[in-house]
């Protein structure tokens, strides 16, 4: 029984993730998004430009960028974007564009939350973050 007790601590330990964030699988990015959408009804014709990684400076827009890198745990407040769990989703090669967009909330003290997301989440596409397994994370309700 012991050694029963000590395996599955060793297993448990074995199993441990340091700072508990895992790269997030293209299903939970689909059910995210669902979810935001959700909370957030981008109207059909906005979804469409999303497909091509355009997004219109718009609050609708705004409060859904924010709503799917918060759920991702890609964004917190106050910080912004974690530059290390978007190194860990997207891979390191991408640090150089990661570093070239993320913001400060300090330099920036009138965006909203929603405006702050979606300004860097445009920058980062621009810059060529997303990948081909992103690409087809995109939602078509």
């Not at 989440?121 to 690409?135: F, N, S």
Request: aromatic fraction near 12%; proline fraction near 6%.
């Amino acid at each position: 029984m012991k050694y029963c007790i000590i395996f599955c601590l060793f297993i448990g330990i074995a199993s441990a993730r340091p700072h508990g964030w895992v790269k997030k699988t293209p299903e939970e990015l689909k059910q995210v998004r669902a979810d935001c959408l959700e909370k957030f009804p981008v109207p059909k014709e906005t979804r469409e430009l999303f497909k091509r990684f355009e997004y219109p400076d718009e609050e609708i827009v705004e409060k859904y960028v924010h709503c799917v890198a918060a759920e991702l745990q890609y964004f917190v407040e106050p910080e912004g974007y974690i530059d290390e769990h978007l190194e860990t989703q997207f891979g390191t090669d991408k640090t150089p564009i990661i570093n070239k967009c993320i913001t400060f909330k300090k330099d920036h003290p009138d965006w909203t939350l929603g405006h702050w997301a979606l300004s860097d989440w445009k920058c980062l596409v621009k810059e060529g973050l997303i990948t081909e397994e992103y690409k087809n994370t995109v939602i078509d309700h």
